[in-house]
């Protein structure tokens, strides 16, 4: 017998004896343990001394993941989205469609007294979503009011006034000194509605739109899509994406896919960076086609089906919203929107603090010119440094993604 590092090589003779012994199965269990094949005697050897091997090169950190899935499970995921545009264009039925519940079952329609002098508000509403174990605190922040008054001009600040103060209340969360049950309310994604009848964005949808791109994700939705052709919807599209290129307006750009994914998801993602602006149908109503049961509209002409994507964008809204990139919506307020008003929050603090430190060395000074730095200064300076360099760092990623869209630009263009 010839021995090896991993495992023992056999010299075996074999007779016609036992080559009839190896003929058959049943014939080696019958002989017994003295009458075992050869055969089998070296493919006992081979395993086992693979098992040994793979038993000391494994080391365990490959359950890391299997670890953070568990702990994300149990913990749950939170998720807000905002859901911007006038009055009449679908939103409650498009989020009871995405989500296939009622958030708005007592919701009451205001007179005719209230919608004259009916202004922007922030209504909020929360629901619980489990699908497969999988825990979801989903918020809908909904603005009843936005552009109903004949004078649009301030519907922004009440709007941009709520997505900064989920940002302070986090940011104060965080800075605090219990931070084991902060809750995450920062607005992570905003859908802006845009009417089928427009030609193109409105001046109230570009103020809007200046006002929050640097704040939070929007993604543009064309409402009651089914009231356009197709020729219609592409123009509407075009109109849209050239305004939004003229006034330099950010609005959420898909990463890019990594060279290792299947061509699959590769076709996926082109599809849905091609659908954007998403034209959308929406209906809270199922109906039998075909002894089929779609949720759509019934119109005397025909019934349209929300999630066919030859008649409306919905199953690419969703798709993108729920199933692909939920997290990347996420990864984005907290990396680039909420990083910049974090930045800002203590650019403000420093500088009030050297303020308040030139003050003090004034009144203290008095009539002494010499000025005498201690070390609480020499920190305080070293801080002001680092905020300076976060703030360099966060121009460069500003520069980085404007050169990125740049670039999807064109590959649209071609």
Not at 97 to 118: H, M, T
Not at 169 to 191: A, K, P
Request: net charge negative.
């Amino acid at each position: 017998m010839e021995k090896s590092d991993t495992y023992a090589i056999v010299d075996i003779n074999l007779s016609d004896k036992d080559m009839k012994s190896t003929s058959s199965e049943s014939d080696i269990s019958n002989e017994g343990k003295k009458n075992k094949s050869p055969f089998t005697t070296v493919i006992k050897i081979l395993l086992s001394s693979e098992r040994d091997r793979g038993e000391r090169d494994y080391i365990g950190f490959a359950t890391l993941p299997e670890q953070v899935h568990r702990k994300s499970v149990k913990r749950g995921f939170d998720f807000t989205l905002m859901v911007v545009g006038e009055s009449g264009l679908g939103k409650s039925t498009l989020i009871n469609s995405l989500f296939l519940g009622d958030l708005y079952r007592n919701r009451k329609i205001p007179d005719v007294q209230d919608r004259i002098e009916k202004t922007t508000t922030i209504e909020k509403k929360t629901m619980e979503i489990e699908e497969r174990g999988v825990k979801l605190r989903l918020t809908i922040v909904d603005t009843p009011g936005f552009g109903d008054a004949i004078n649009c001009e301030d519907s922004w600040r009440v709007c941009s006034a709520y997505v900064d103060e989920q940002f302070r209340q986090y940011f104060t969360d965080e800075s605090g000194l219990n931070r084991r049950h902060m809750q995450d309310n920062r607005v992570h994604c905003c859908l802006y509605f845009v009417p089928p009848w427009a030609h193109s964005l409105r001046q109230v949808d570009l103020e809007m739109m200046k006002r929050l791109h640097r704040k939070v994700n929007i993604v543009v939705v064309i409402a009651k899509a089914d009231s356009l052709t197709a020729l219609e919807v592409k123009r509407l599209k075009m109109r849209i994406l050239s305004d939004l290129e003229e006034h330099q307006i950010q609005v959420y750009q898909f990463p890019e896919c990594d060279s290792d994914e299947d061509e699959e998801f590769k076709q996926q993602d082109r599809e849905l960076k091609a659908a954007a602006p998403f034209a959308v149908v929406a209906a809270d109503t199922v109906l039998e086609v075909g002894g089929k049961r779609v949720r759509g509209r019934q119109y005397p002409w025909g019934i349209v089906d929300v999630e066919n994507p030859r008649h409306s964008d919905f199953t690419k809204l969703r798709t993108m919203l729920i199933s692909t990139h939920m997290q990347d919506l996420k990864d984005v307020t907290q990396d680039v929107h909420y990083e910049n008003f974090r930045a800002q929050c203590i650019s403000q603090i420093s500088q009030h603090a050297m303020r308040e430190r030139g003050k003090l060395k004034r009144d203290s000074m008095g009539n002494n010119n010499e000025v005498v730095i201690t070390d609480t200064d020499r920190l305080l300076l070293q801080k002001d440094e680092e905020i300076r360099r976060m703030q360099d760092m966060l121009t460069q990623m500003q520069e980085k993604l404007k050169a990125s869209d740049k670039k999807h630009d064109s590959i649209i263009d071609v």
